[in-house]
């Protein structure tokens, strides 16, 4: 895998002040995706980490039809009362891309659930891949770690690291992201 590793920089946010690192991978088509990195300053022989799929809508602009936003702040929160690490993935919209997600977001307005509008757009329910993570906890040399996710696709698509545990991530459904979630544990397998 062709990658480039940025300095390590701080970052002071809300939560505490992280170590912030990015990785730059090159994709085959010659393209790039600038994965963010981040890490507590002192992190324990099995850390926890998080793999978070870039969601724009969600944890940037406070999208309730999801539950990434929410699933980052209790991320960064338990990561830093824990110590670990956040990877964070440029996959917006289960990697079918902002562009994309808007056209699944229509759908999703006239009825379609979000496993069926990616369907309609000619995606699969989750177009993902998690091989960059090996290649960033190999450059950690991290081994073995408790995984904080819902997501069994995770567990069983990371190579090359021992999981621990599954630490789950617990968030309140609203009106708005109850049937997405329902649509999450009962067509994709999501835990909670």
Request: charged share 25%; hydrophobic share 35%.
């Amino acid at each position: 895998m062709n990658v480039e590793i940025s300095e390590v920089a701080n970052l002071p946010t809300r939560h505490g002040t992280f170590k912030m690192q990015s990785f730059k991978e090159k994709l085959p088509d010659g393209c790039f995706k600038e994965h963010l990195i981040l890490f507590t300053p002192e992190m324990p022989e099995v850390p926890v980490v998080r793999v978070h799929s870039e969601c724009l809508t969600g944890d940037a602009l406070g999208s309730r039809k999801c539950d990434c936003g929410e699933q980052l702040e209790f991320a960064m929160h338990f990561i830093q009362s824990q110590g670990g690490m956040l990877i964070y993935l440029r996959q917006e919209g289960r990697n079918i891309g902002l562009f994309n997600k808007v056209n699944a977001y229509a759908l999703q307005d006239k009825g379609f659930d979000t496993v069926a509008a990616n369907h309609q757009l000619g995606f699969s329910a989750d177009e993902r891949t998690y091989e960059m993570v090996e290649t960033i906890l190999n450059h950690y040399e991290i081994k073995k770690i408790r995984l904080l996710t819902n997501n069994p696709k995770k567990i069983e698509s990371l190579e090359g690291v021992q999981i621990v545990e599954r630490l789950p991530i617990v968030i309140e459904p609203n009106p708005h992201n109850e049937a997405y979630l329902a649509v999450k544990r009962e067509k994709m397998g999501h835990l909670f």
